[in-house]
């Protein structure tokens, strides 16, 4: 099995901030198989980017997926109120599996 | 656009099988170019997923359930299935369904909106 680890656990910045969430995996992740989720309070993940780096349908430019191998980023190049929500990274490359996810918090 | 919603008892004994019911809506249970999944939320934890099946029958488990989970198809209500037999209260969650593009190891994308499932006598 993929254990997958995300970092931080929390992030708390300012509406306008960059924010970049981490997310390595326990060995390689073939063919770059990661997806990353947003899950806002009380509701289902909800896809934001495939295949490491394809934003999916509707999703605002300003998340974008990077990385290979073990290391995965996504990054929120400027944070809006809306963006609060626990983020969440999943390999599917084999036996899915999903990380504990990081917390971004606005101040 | 495809909707899925997840239905069944938000109860369940310890020892007994837990029983939920995926219906689809928006679109076809046998369209080709999905696969439907279950996944798992325990309170405060990470997603888990439970399993994969193709309109065929054809299933993938995770391995750790794979033991007591059975997910099954019927295409005449458009409606995919889980049993999880044997429940401990390690066994309550949110369970989610939703489906998986291109096969049966891939990203889930949509989401129902969850059933919480408590195991508790």
């Known amino acids: 099995e993929i254990v997958l680890t995300q970092s931080p656990g929390t992030l708390s910045l300012s509406p306008g901030e960059r924010a970049t969430l981490s997310c390595r995996a326990s060995q390689s992740v073939s063919s770059n198989y990661l997806a990353w989720y947003q899950q806002k309070p009380g509701q289902a993940p909800r896809l934001v980017v495939y295949g490491a780096s394809s934003r999916a349908t509707g999703i605002p430019d300003r998340f974008s997926g990077s990385g290979s191998g073990t290391d995965f980023t996504l990054t929120i190049s400027r944070l809006e109120p809306e963006d609060l929500a626990v983020y969440y990274c999943?390999?599917?490359?084999?036996?899915?599996?999903f990380g504990r996810g990081t917390k971004v918090e606005i101040k | 656009q495809l909707q899925l919603q997840e239905s069944g008892p938000g109860l369940v004994k310890p020892s007994e099988t837990l029983s939920l019911t995926c219906t689809i809506s928006?679109?076809?249970?046998?369209?080709?170019?999905?696969?439907w999944g279950w996944i798992r939320q325990p309170p405060g934890k990470g997603p888990e997923w439970i399993g994969t099946?193709?309109?065929?029958?054809?299933?993938s488990y995770n391995p750790s359930l794979k033991s007591r989970v059975i997910i099954s198809v019927d295409t005449s209500k458009n409606q995919f299935s889980l049993k999880l037999s044997s429940v401990t209260a390690a066994d309550t969650a949110v369970y989610y369904c939703?489906?998986?593009?291109?096969?049966?190891?891939?990203?889930?994308?949509?989401w129902g909106q969850g059933a919480l499932v408590t195991v508790s006598s």
């Open positions: 099946i193709f309109y065929s029958g054809s299933t």
């Open positions: 928006g679109g076809s249970i046998s369209d080709s170019s999905y696969y």
């Open positions: 939703a489906g998986a593009l291109t096969g049966p190891y891939t990203w889930f994308d949509p």
């Open positions: 999943q390999q599917y490359g084999t036996s899915p599996t």
